[in-house]
């Protein structure tokens, strides 16, 4: 795996090849838009890390994806100044989209694509660091601080409001990362077999058994409890725009 930062070593200091306290793994998830009003129209995620070797101000993260790609800044074991927040650039790690919050739309292919690589991304840092997945998967904010989760930059630092904190559809978007990362598949699971997951229709309480893209109705509660049994994540409320988007297939 290489590492932008280091094959393009920044300008101005960015990181820190140690961690001055020990990492609990939580992921803050931020959006890059003051990056990219000064780079556009070279939106992509590799423009944005090539910004960041660029610049003279320390921002930096660990990992940036956008809808096809997916750039490490850093290992995971080194400092980003990612949330100027004291405690955490030191405890957590942080992955950028490589788009403005106002783009971000739970209807929108590209939206699903980034969400989709930062699932994976997220998932397999996880992984690597020997975090449980499926009991970090929710959204803690200050927790993040104590162990491992998700968290917004805009909810643990005042003056921002990435990734979505502030957005309309903040539920939406939070669901789509969470069923991202469950639906990544680990170390001990064969990668060419897709995991699955519960989708449970905030509209109708309707339970779907989602893999890949189709999904079937689970139309008896003993199904549901059969697949929890046997290790399978649910999503509720799942997103309605991934629930729909779905092929349906015959029981």
Known sequence: ??????????RSPQFYATRNGTPTWAVGVHTSQS???RIAPDTGAENVAGFISRRLDPASYPC???TDSTVMLVPDEYTT????T???NSRTWSIAFAARVEDLDPH???T??????AGKAIAEMWTRQGVDIRSAAYWGGADALTRPCLFHHGDVQADRSDAWARHPERSALDAMLIAAILSTPTQEEDEDEMK????VDPRNGANYHCTGNTKVWLSKVEQVQLLTFFGVATINPAPVAWIDALATLPR
């Open 196 to 199: 699955s997951v519960i989708l």
């Open 64 to 66: 940036i994806v956008d």
């Open 86 to 88: 004291s405690g955490y």
């Open 108 to 110: 929108d292919p590209a």
């Open 112 to 117: 699903q694509a980034m969400m989709d690589r």
């Open 81 to 84: 100044f990612s949330v100027a």
């Open 1 to 10: 795996m290489g590492f932008f930062l280091l094959d393009n070593p920044p």
């Open 35 to 37: 990056v990219l009003d």
